[in-house]
């Protein structure tokens, strides 16, 4: 499956570019065996607000953090033309190390 595939897990919650929250950010930080995380959003990135502390910022790659709380973010390639879709992953995640 590609990037842009989107289906269902065993509990039925969306998986792939169009899951939400931390599934979208788990889904793109995986994607392509990890590649496309750092790689830049088209257009320079997107103007945002943490949705962990308010803090505004730029998120200007795929997955990214709040410069003021840590705060992980994710967008999908398909959903990245509007910052509405940026999802985040939750109060106190961490990602992976490596």
Not at 15 to 41: C, I, M, W
Request: hydrophobic share 30%.
């Amino acid at each position: 499956m590609g990037c842009c595939s989107n289906h269902g897990d065993a509990t039925g919650r969306t998986t792939g570019p169009f899951a939400e929250g931390r599934e979208l950010v788990d889904f793109v930080y995986q994607a392509h065996g990890g590649s496309l995380r750092n790689k830049p959003l088209p257009g320079g990135g997107l103007a945002t607000a943490c949705q962990g502390c308010g803090t505004g910022f730029n998120l200007t790659t795929f997955v990214g953090k709040c410069p003021a709380c840590g705060g992980v973010h994710a967008v999908s390639p398909p959903r990245s033309n509007d910052a509405a879709n940026i999802q985040f992953a939750g109060t106190g995640y961490q990602l992976p190390e490596g």
